[in-house]
């Protein structure tokens, strides 16, 4: 439920998303 939520939030507001389920809030996209 959470990574879906998560992936939802991610399009809507421009972020990324991590495996863990927490919000990036980065405007560029970052690397592992």
Do not use: F, M
Request: glycine share 4%.
């Amino acid at each position: 439920i959470i990574a879906i939520q998560c992936q939802t939030v991610s399009t809507e507001y421009n972020t990324s998303c991590d495996d863990i389920g927490k919000l990036i809030w980065e405007p560029r996209p970052h690397v592992q």
